[in-house]
T-cell receptor, first 109, second 117 residues
Framework: GIQVEQSPPDLILQEGANSTLRCNFS?????LQWFHQNPWGQLINLFY???GTKQNGRLSATTVATERYSLLYISSSQTTDSGVYFC???????????FGTGTRLKVLA | GAVVSQHPSWVICKSGTSVKIECRSL??????MFWYRQFPKQSLMLMAT?????????EQGVEKDKFLINHASLTLSTLTVTSAHPEDSSFYIC?????????????FGDGTRLSIL
């Protein structure tokens, strides 16, 4: 089945720093989502981005489907950005979503 | 819009008890819902795909008789952990897409923390 790898696995930043999180997938996908899981376990939908670039405030995401990767950019990070970031991909042949391995982010004040 | 409600949020019970978790789409119809399990510091693992009016599709390695899924309406899916044991303790979370359309984003409930003593 499709493999979804995220990097880096862990990231520690000072407040105000910028970062790039990567999601690589091993096969073609029909859609891709980025999520932030907060310390209480809630999954916050950040982007639905099967291709192209989207921006929402300090966050932006780019998916290059032909090269099988997606990037999540966090600018001017804040302590509330701490948590785990997941990408999840859907392939029409499987009719299901597969989650990536996750990036655990800690932003220090 | 696209709110998914999951209850209960926390359950602590004795070994051997059966526990039911509900997942409701509050403002949209969800032909398909998904059930995930997450162990501490790990990613979400898909357990099963729940289809309204038909049997659920379970992932390899997930015991159908242990994790009973019912999707009786377009807004409600339930996961019952039967005769739960300590190894079933985990974080369970559901998701739904509008009308079962996979070209729509997933929307997640807030999850259920299950602790079996």
């Amino acid at each position: 089945g499709i493999q979804v790898e995220q990097s880096p696995p862990d990231l520690i930043l000072q407040e105000g720093a910028n970062s790039t999180l990567r999601c690589n997938f091993s096969d073609s996908v029909n859609n891709l989502q980025w999520f932030h899981q907060n310390p209480w376990g809630q999954l916050i939908n950040l982007f639905y981005i099967p291709s192209g670039t989207k921006q929402n405030g300090r966050l932006s995401a780019t998916t290059v489907a032909t090269e099988r990767y997606s990037l999540l950019y966090i600018s001017s990070s804040q302590t509330t950005d701490s948590g785990v970031y997941f990408c999840a991909v859907y392939t029409s042949g499987t009719y299901k979503y597969i989650f990536g391995t996750g990036t655990r982010l800690k932003v220090l004040a | 819009g696209a709110v998914v409600s999951q209850h209960p949020s926390w359950v602590i019970c004795k070994s051997g008890t059966s526990v039911k978790i509900e997942c409701r789409s509050l403002d949209f119809q969800a032909t398909t819902m998904f059930w995930y399990r997450q162990f501490p510091k790990q990613s979400l693992m898909l357990m099963a795909t729940s289809n309204e009016g038909s049997k659920a599709t379970y992932e390899q390695g997930v015991e159908k008789d242990k994790f009973l899924i019912n999707h009786a309406s377009l807004t409600l899916s339930t996961l019952t952990v039967t005769s739960a044991h300590p190894e079933d303790s985990s974080f369970y979370i559901c998701s739904a897409t509008r009308g079962g359309n996979f070209n729509q984003p997933q929307h997640f409930g807030d999850g259920t923390r299950l602790s079996i003593l």
